[in-house]
């Protein structure tokens, strides 16, 4: 989107039509030249055109009149697509081809030379090939040369030379190729339509004391939404009253029902499976998590990937290229070798049409969408076809430890004393631990509270936290100090050898170890873990057989680590690090080697997040956060989709490569043809429209790919 439009100051209408990227083009700048309009953008992928300034659906349609274009609000009810063989351009191309087969008969009955079967096969031309006549004879005035520019060439050269069959046939075929094409894009943009029907758009509100059901575009913050069994949700919020299970799978991916009560949250397009819920609504329908996902979908769509950027660079010299090669081969040898000229204008022609940059064009597009939008409904969030691009290019993926690779919840797993027995001291540590801040206090007042201990009773005095170390405060007119070991070999010196042995035996099991004690002795050593995730290991084991380099960052101590990193399995492990160390350390991993990912929260690790090539956040439903700095979303808070993502990533760049591959190698091969004087348009057009059927078929392919290891193979 340009930096000159604005959510607030564009208007987005949804368009129905558009058969090539080209066309949408020329539809922008059509736009542009209407009075009242101040800018204009269109997102071929999405199929959106944005407009600034005073304008009506009937201008704009007018404005896409060159190729029947339909337009619509954005907010009102989508356009009934008509059947593929009901469609108006293809009716023209069913009575184009009957006209060529009774031309034909006619042909072999009356003779070629008769004028029957001649004014059949020119109104097959004209009938089959108005639209792209009026875009070609456009284009030739402004001495644009695009694929329409060629083939109108192609096909008029082949009428003066006497060859009305042949061009009755390319016109034909082209159309049919156009087609095609188009309707490979409509089922590409399908998956992002899919998403647009997964939410309701009416709810159940209840205000005061009455029900109505209203349109989401009327539902407002605060309003009471009433979702039944069986039931999609309409709106994000939060549950007021009742329990259920919730299919999340439309946002998340999740496959599992989650189960929801009183204060969670849920989300719109979500299915209720059992129970009655209430639910205050917290965001307006365009704000939705849903909505979010949508928007950030299609503009995903507009990004263009690397390989589409050298496709459309490339297409702007290969046309013009092509058609000085065509004239060439026309020309010289009639004037050099004395060659007959009708054959080398008809070679000079079939260049022209093998030359068409149909499969070159959309060789990325219809991949790059596909993938997206394959991917969204997944519960992957690519932001762009160049972070599509960049993640099938990874070679090594960093991981925050905390909250990614671990659940984020520390837990007491160990509990050792020294003197006095175990309650009383876990008493007197959560007492003290209540007034602190560190992460690992929420851990000791959880196991105090499930042991029972009335630690809220005990009454404390001169509470101090001793940065970076830990805490200490009065307790019955006695110092109690709780914090990490190297605090107790500055207070004692030196830690009993027993007791030394005992920590770094903790340590080494993955354990963050605290100390409770006074000024002269060690009561208690207290073990606090982080629980690593289920999936942790399964997803680091199947990154390292893709050949990614797996790492692991933390702020933790080498030990538990280390520890911790052997049990998932990653390549390296990164420890002590403050948030600045984390972006150095991304810098340093792209030094070495260029495509890198870092896969956190979205919010704490946002500097690293930034630094590497591909951005991943942990958890996007709902986190707004996540959703605005990753370059990739996980909705879910599962890991499982990383190694998805990857081989969707590189699925994709291996065919957007074969396509450009052989979509280049075919017309190479055709143009060989021209030295023993053997290509002729039948074999042009067939070369071009070919190409353009196999690239676009071979894009729809990953369409299939699912969230299954099995089906990326």
């Not at 046309?319 to 010289?332: E, K, N, Y």
């Not at 204008?345 to 394959?374: E, F």
Request: glycine share 8%.
């Amino acid at each position: 989107m340009s930096e000159s439009l604005t959510k607030e100051e564009m208007k987005a209408y949804r368009v129905q039509g558009f058969s090539c990227a080209g066309c949408a083009k020329t539809f922008e700048n059509n736009v542009k030249k209407l009075q009242g309009v101040e800018d204009a953008e269109v997102n071929f992928g999405a199929s959106k055109v944005y407009v600034k300034g005073d304008i009506t659906i009937e201008e704009l349609e007018k404005a896409g009149s060159f190729e029947n274009l339909k337009v619509r609000d954005e907010k009102e009810q989508k356009i009934v697509h008509e059947p593929f063989w009901k469609q108006k351009e293809n009716i023209k191309v069913y009575i184009s081809a009957i006209l060529l087969l009774v031309s034909w008969f006619l042909g072999k009955q009356l003779g070629e030379e008769h004028s029957l079967p001649t004014i059949g096969y020119a109104v097959s031309i004209l009938i089959g090939g108005y639209t792209l006549f009026i875009k070609g004879f456009r284009n030739l005035s402004r001495l644009q040369f695009d694929m329409n520019t060629l083939m109108t060439i192609a096909i008029i050269g082949a009428a003066i030379i006497g060859e009305w069959m042949e061009g009755a046939t390319v016109v034909i075929l082209f159309a049919i190729s156009e087609a095609l094409e188009r309707y490979s894009m409509d089922k590409a943009r399908q998956s992002i339509e899919s998403l647009m029907d997964i939410a309701p758009k009416e709810a159940l509100i209840r205000r005061g004391n009455e029900e109505m059901s209203i349109h989401v575009d009327d539902i407002q913050v605060g309003d009471i939404m009433i979702v039944k069994s069986g039931q999609k949700l309409a709106m994000d919020g939060i549950v007021l009253k009742g329990m259920s299970t919730i299919n999340q799978a439309a946002i998340t991916g999740e496959s599992v029902p989650v189960a929801k009560a009183v204060d969670d949250e849920v989300f719109a397009g979500t299915l209720n499976e059992e129970g009655l819920l209430e639910v205050r609504v917290t965001k307006r329908v365009e704000d939705t998590t849903l909505s979010k996902i949508i928007h950030l979908v299609e503009e995903a769509q507009a990004e263009r990937a690397p390989s589409q950027a050298f496709v459309d660079k490339f297409a702007k010299y290969y046309t013009p290229t092509i058609v000085i090669l065509a004239m060439l081969i026309a020309v010289i040898p009639p004037l050099v070798i004395a060659g007959d000229w009708s054959t080398w204008v008809y070679q000079g022609l079939a260049v022209l049409v093998v030359g068409c940059p149909c499969a070159l064009v959309v060789s990325t597009p219809v991949a790059v969408v596909t993938a997206i939008g394959n991917a969204a409904k997944n519960g992957v969030l690519i932001k762009g076809g160049v972070y599509l691009e960049e993640t099938g290019n990874l070679k090594a993926i960093a991981f925050d430890k905390t909250g990614t690779l671990t659940k984020g919840i520390p837990v007491v797993t160990d509990i050792v004393t020294y003197s006095g027995s175990e309650d009383e001291l876990m008493t007197i540590t959560a007492a003290i631990e209540k007034g602190s801040q560190h992460p690992l206090a929420s851990a000791i007042i959880r196991k105090a509270e499930e042991n029972r201990l009335h630690f809220n009773d005990v009454s404390m005095e001169e509470f101090q936290s001793i940065t970076g170390k830990g805490v200490k405060a009065q307790i019955n007119n006695k110092t109690y100090y709780v914090g990490s070991p190297s605090l107790f070999e500055e207070l004692h010196n030196q830690i009993r050898s027993d007791q030394k042995e005992k920590i770094i035996h903790l340590q080494t099991a993955g354990k963050t170890v605290m100390v409770l004690g006074t000024q002269t002795e060690i009561l208690a050593l207290i073990a606090v873990a982080d629980e690593i995730r289920e999936t942790s290991k399964e997803v680091i084991n199947q990154l390292n057989h893709l050949g990614i380099e797996t790492v692991m960052l933390t702020g933790d101590n080498q030990r538990t680590a280390k520890a911790i990193g052997q049990q998932v399995g990653v390549v390296d492990v990164e420890a002590d690090l403050l948030p600045e160390d984390k972006l150095t350390f991304i810098k340093e991993l792209r030094r070495e080697h260029k495509n890198v990912a870092m896969v956190g929260d979205g919010v704490n690790d946002a500097p690293a997040l930034a630094a590497s090539t591909v951005g991943v956040a942990m958890g996007g439903a709902g986190t707004d956060t996540a959703l605005e700095t990753a370059d990739i979303a996980l909705m879910s808070d599962d890991l499982n989709k990383l190694p998805y993502t990857v081989q969707l990533s590189r699925k994709a760049l291996t065919i957007i490569k074969q396509n450009i591959t052989f979509s280049l190698g075919i017309k190479a091969v055709a143009l060989l043809l021209v030295v023993p004087g053997w290509l002729t348009l039948w074999i042009a057009i067939f070369a071009d429209m070919g190409a353009t059927l196999l690239v676009t078929l071979n894009s729809l392919r990953l369409l299939r790919i699912k969230d299954k290891k099995s089906n990326l193979n």
